[in-house]
C-alpha cells in the first residue's frame, strides 16, 4: 500500500521548514502551506507514474541554431577623430571626472 502526499508531507515538517526559511507562519498559514504541499507532492507522484521510457532526454524543447553574424574583421574608428568630438582629452583617451577616491 502506497502512502498518500498528506502522509509524506506533515505539519512538523512544514514548520520545521518555514523556521529555517525564517518565515514566521501562523497556524491557519501552516495549515495551509501543509495541503498545498500535499497537492503538490501528489502531482509529482502522478508524473512519477508516468511511463517515459520512450520519450528521449532533451535540454531544451527547441532546436537551438546559430543566430550570431559571421565573425568579420572591418576597419576601426579613428582615434583622433573620435577623440576630437569628446568634451574632453587626454593622451590620447576620454577624459572623464574623477567619482570615487578624491576628497574634493
Known amino acids: 500500500m502506497s502512502e498518500t502526499a498528506s502522509e509524506r508531507i506533515s505539519t512538523e515538517a512544514v514548520i520545521k521548514a518555514a523556521r529555517l526559511s525564517r518565515l514566521d507562519l501562523t497556524p491557519a498559514e501552516v495549515a495551509r502551506?501543509?495541503?498545498q504541499l500535499a497537492g503538490m507532492l501528489e502531482h509529482f507522484a502522478d508524473i512519477d507514474a508516468l511511463d517515459l521510457s520512450a520519450v528521449e532526454?532533451?535540454?531544451r524543447p527547441y532546436p537551438l541554431s546559430n543566430?550570431?553574424?559571421e565573425d568579420v574583421v572591418v576597419?576601426?574608428?579613428d582615434r583622433d577623430e573620435v577623440?576630437?568630438?569628446a568634451p574632453a582629452a587626454e593622451e590620447g583617451r576620454?577624459?572623464?571626472p574623477p567619482i570615487v577616491g578624491?576628497?574634493?
Request: glycine share 10%; no cysteine; net charge positive.
Open 83 to 85: 577623440l576630437a568630438n
Open 75 to 77: 576597419q576601426g574608428l
Open 67 to 69: 543566430v550570431f553574424r
Open 57 to 59: 532526454p532533451m535540454t
Open 102 to 104: 578624491l576628497d574634493g
Open 94 to 96: 576620454f577624459r572623464v
Open 33 to 35: 502551506m501543509t495541503s
